[in-house]
């Protein structure tokens, strides 16, 4: 494989030029490039490896100066020096995944059959064909076995599937706030947001790019559709009830009267300005079509089977987009595979997006769990 094998943390691209990687949907990716980030430094053993899979919109730019909008990583919370997942102990990976925009190969990269970006001729991709190649890359960085993989909603699917595909390469596994499987709810939010991206003029059929457009306000639209289910309803309430913005009174028109319109607005149109609209659409299709148990006879169960890989999992009360019950299905699953296994359900009125805010329980928690990892595995400190 071609690549900088230099774990420095600035950056790097290992391009899979070996075989090709073979995507459920039965076509063949060759030369695919996937971006990714490390931390820390990997022990003499291999044994410290930290795998962070992110969520939808986020990237492999976990910690630092994030290289377009200037903003700090998206888990800084609980990833650095002293932090849950220490790097001054651990050796943090973390890589865009396929069909991503930030580096790894997707729908705005060159098809090499014809000279042009791929939009819709991109193959269809799955949370277990990102998860292959993550685990080519692992492959390059001469990581055998992970320490630990984890992430928070797609990233604690791509959790899921590493422990069922990979149980071997997985000593520990840390989904949070995730599910096994997409539900029809998840489905349906995720339909609106593509009807949106596709109905903008300037999508073009996916091919705004060699037409040298962006549907900006279709991706706007879909991302503000999003964040709502990111949040919840206390937390929209605690944080702009029925504030006007800018005004003392109602306007009587369309412009944003509202904080939270206001609030918005302002999500859509910056990440308008970091995401690429059919990556979009890739990713939450691969989001749509996971469901681990339907690739082991309808029984989830069947996906731990033997495994040795030590669990924890965790929900939060006011997450309504992965709800705690789908939570449980899991530990439901692994108890019934005899699977080591701990659940922790953390109180908060934060939402979805509490694994990317500070709460103070799920970083103890999570602490714990790692410590006692740690010296089952003979980590030293």
Not at 120 to 133: E, H, K, N, Q, S
Not at 223 to 243: C, D, P, Q, V, W
Request: proline share 4%.
């Amino acid at each position: 494989m071609a690549g900088n094998r230099d774990p420095i943390g600035e950056g790097s691209t290992v391009t899979l030029d070996g075989a090709a990687l073979r995507l459920d949907c039965g076509s063949d990716l060759a030369n695919a490039t996937i971006a990714y980030r490390t931390y820390g430094t990997l022990n003499a053993q291999r044994s410290n490896a930290i795998l962070v899979c992110h969520a939808l919109t986020g990237d492999q730019h976990v910690l630092g100066t994030h290289p377009v909008t200037g903003k700090p990583g998206w888990w800084e919370r609980m990833v650095g020096p002293g932090k849950v997942i220490d790097t001054d102990r651990y050796f943090v990976v973390c890589s865009n995944v396929l069909g991503g925009c930030m580096g790894s190969t997707g729908p705005r990269d060159v098809n090499p059959a014809t000279g042009k970006p791929w939009g819709l001729d991109f193959p269809v991709i799955t949370i277990g064909d990102m998860v292959r190649a993550q685990a080519r890359l692992l492959d390059h960085l001469g990581i055998d076995q992970l320490f630990c993989v984890i992430g928070g909603s797609m990233g604690g699917m791509q959790v899921l599937q590493w422990a069922a595909a990979y149980p071997e390469r997985v000593f520990a596994a840390i989904p949070v706030a995730s599910a096994a499987r997409h539900s029809a709810q998840n489905i349906a939010f995720h339909e609106v947001g593509r009807q949106a991206i596709m109905a903008d003029p300037n999508w073009g059929g996916g091919n705004y790019l060699n037409q040298n457009t962006l549907p900006r306000a279709g991706l706007a639209v879909a991302r503000m559709a999003a964040h709502i289910t990111y949040l919840s309803e206390s937390a929209l309430h605690r944080k702009f009830g029925r504030n006007l913005q800018n005004r003392d009174k109602v306007a009587f028109g369309f412009d944003a009267d509202f904080q939270v319109e206001s609030y918005l607005r302002y999500q859509g149109e910056s990440f308008v300005e970091r995401f690429d609209p059919n990556s979009y659409l890739y990713i939450t299709r691969a989001m749509d079509y996971f469901d681990l148990a339907a690739e082991h006879d309808g029984v989830l169960a069947h996906a731990f089977r033997g495994t040795r890989t030590r669990f924890c999992v965790v929900s939060f009360t006011s997450d309504w987009l992965f709800p705690t019950a789908e939570n449980k299905a899991v530990v439901h699953a692994l108890n019934a595979a005899a699977a080591n296994v701990s659940f922790v359900e953390v109180a908060t009125d934060k939402g979805h997006d509490a694994f990317l805010l500070d709460e103070p329980e799920l970083f103890k928690t999570l602490g714990g769990f790692l410590a006692g990892c740690a010296e089952h595995r003979g980590l030293a400190r």
